[in-house]
């Protein structure tokens, strides 16, 4: 098995609650910040993910065997090295829209 089919199960969870969250936004009127938010989240991690995974690899701390990657490559880490970051950013996208505050604040009111 690849890591790519062992992550699908896990993107397609995370992209479930995406969409609840999405629903959600749009339903309060907030589906461009959130949609906009989830993108720098996950820009952020992914480049992060991309810098460091590649040190490490270079310094030997780990390394993926042949036989479970696709072959594609940014630098040193396997692009399946990605789906991690990007189903976090969706799962915890969604969820944090879905249990966050529903609308303005009300006035004279004390967070």
Do not use: C, K
């Not at 479930?16 to 629903?23: R, S």
Request: no cysteine; glycine share 10%; charged share 15%.
């Amino acid at each position: 098995m690849t890591y790519l089919l062992m992550s699908l199960p896990f993107i397609a969870i995370a992209l479930i609650v995406f969409g609840l969250g999405a629903l959600h936004a749009r339903r309060h009127r907030a589906l461009g910040p959130y949609l906009s938010s989830w993108a720098v989240a996950t820009a952020s991690l992914v480049v992060l993910t991309v810098i460091f995974d590649n040190v490490m690899m270079a310094a030997g701390f780990f390394d993926y065997g042949v036989e479970h990657i696709s072959g594609i490559r940014l630098g040193l880490i396997p692009i399946e090295d990605l789906m991690y970051p990007i189903a976090g950013a969706l799962l915890l996208s969604g969820l944090w829209q879905m249990l966050g505050v529903t609308g303005p604040r009300e006035e004279g009111r004390d967070a």
